[in-house]
Nanobody, 115 residues
Framework: QVQLVESGGGLVQAGGSLRLSCAAS????????MGWYRQAPGKQRELVAT???????NYADSVKGRFTISRDNAKNTVYLQMNSLKPEDTAVYYC?????????WGQGTQVTVSS
């Protein structure tokens, strides 16, 4: 049973930083691509950033240059460093693990950026 547990969300002022963590269990973490997605109220869930098992990364245009995704395979954890946060970054952030057959989601962590 795959479990993903996000942490690190909270309330921050515009221009501030947060680091999200997602701890994975129940699967061979190092083999799987990982991603961060977010969903703001009244909007669809959208991709924020992904990282492959080999470490290749991809970012939404809206976060390029501000957010960095990374992974620590020894700790079965993926991170999202968020700098220069904007009010429009306010959302619930979800971690996703992609295996060959399935996607697994965490429960989400709230990020609120005040202006």
């Amino acid at each position: 049973q795959v479990q993903l547990v996000e942490s690190g969300g909270g309330l921050v002022q515009a221009g501030g930083s947060l680091r999200l963590s997602c701890a994975a269990s129940g699967s061979t973490f190092s083999f799987n691509a990982m991603g961060w997605y977010r969903q703001a109220p009244g909007k669809q869930r959208e991709l924020v950033a992904t990282i492959t098992s080999g470490g290749s990364t991809n970012y939404a245009d809206s976060v390029k240059g501000r957010f960095t995704i990374s992974r620590d395979n020894a700790k079965n954890t993926v991170y999202l460093q968020m700098n220069s946060l904007k009010p429009e970054d306010t959302a619930v952030y979800y971690c996703r693990m992609s295996t060959q057959l399935l996607h697994f989601w965490g429960q989400g962590t709230q990020v609120t950026v005040s202006s």
